[in-house]
């Protein structure tokens, strides 16, 4: 099953994908008590937007050992987690702007998590069943500030570096095995599969479980795969996740 969120009439909704045309309105998220309706809306280009609302975005960085590598870093021996304010997320189509501070921004295509049940001090197993579904996103960076600041914070934090989407899918298949790529105007950039991570899914839940609260919505970034490379005003980047779909966002030159 597939949930979106989506604007019609003046107004914002979560919506159930029923086929490439046409979706059918719920009267809330499905993880906060929302039901499903009898109203069909036509899914406009443009009016699809980013399917989550997160109260956190929590990141794990390093987690495909040739990324840790082509970065010249070490593998973590834990999940090393960061921070992308909820001010970064857009959705798909959106234009993400360069920002005048950075000289060279990169993408990382990722398979994201979207948490559907409070969560806290969790097992594999309860984090598992705490993962309402998947999408992708794109974890836009400012490599050159990630490498002068040393901490990640300012480089992966500008407005839009969260492209996320374009919907979230329930039934994904095995979260573990899952083809992902990145293209650049066409051309693969990046292509690997989600086994190839340090850390699974579900590991990551919980150990994030830890630290900190859970909460339905919560957004959870699990790493990307060698490729990563620069970004240019006008190029068209998408993420493919088999499974799940593809999100698709443009670059935009600074204002």
């Given at each position: ?7 019609h ?19 809330a ?11 069909l ?10 399917p ?27 999940p090393?987690?960061?921070f ?18 950075s000289?060279?921004?990169e ?8 948490i ?7 097992s594999?197993?309860e984090?598992?069943?705490?993962i ?8 836009v ?5 990630q ?8 480089g ?11 919907w ?11 083809d992902?790529?990145?293209s ?5 950039r990046?292509?690997?599969?989600t ?11 919980a ?16 790493g990307?795969?060698?490729g990563?490379?620069?970004?240019h ?23």
């Amino acid at each position: 099953m597939q949930f979106l969120r989506l604007h019609h009439g003046g107004l914002d909704y979560y919506a159930q994908r029923l086929d490439q045309l046409t979706a059918r309105l719920w009267t809330a998220a499905p993880w906060s008590g929302g039901a499903v309706t009898d109203r069909l809306v036509p899914l406009k280009p443009g009016s699809i937007l980013a399917p989550v609302e997160p109260s956190k975005i929590i990141c794990v960085g390093r987690n495909y050992v040739e990324h840790a590598k082509e970065l010249g870093n070490e593998v973590p021996k834990e999940p090393l987690l960061f921070f992308k304010p909820p001010s970064s997320v857009v959705g798909p189509g959106a234009a993400v702007e360069l920002p005048g501070l950075s000289s060279r921004v990169e993408h990382e295509g990722e398979l994201a998590l979207v948490i559907g049940k409070t969560v806290r001090r969790a097992s594999e197993a309860e984090a598992q069943a705490a993962i309402f579904g998947a999408t992708c996103a794109d974890d836009v960076t400012a490599r050159d500030l990630q490498k002068k600041d040393v901490q990640f914070t300012r480089g992966k934090s500008f407005d839009g570096f969260c492209p996320v989407g374009p919907w979230i899918e329930t039934e994904p298949g095995d979260l573990s095995a899952l083809d992902l790529s990145l293209s650049v105007n066409g051309a693969v950039r990046q292509s690997g599969n989600t086994r190839q991570m340090v850390f699974s899914p579900a590991f990551i839940v919980a150990y994030i479980s830890q630290v900190m609260t859970l909460v339905p919505g919560d957004l959870i970034l699990t790493g990307t795969p060698a490729g990563v490379s620069p970004l240019h005003a006008g190029d068209e980047v998408s993420v493919t996740i088999a499974g799940i779909g593809t999100l698709t966002h443009t670059m935009r030159a600074p204002s």
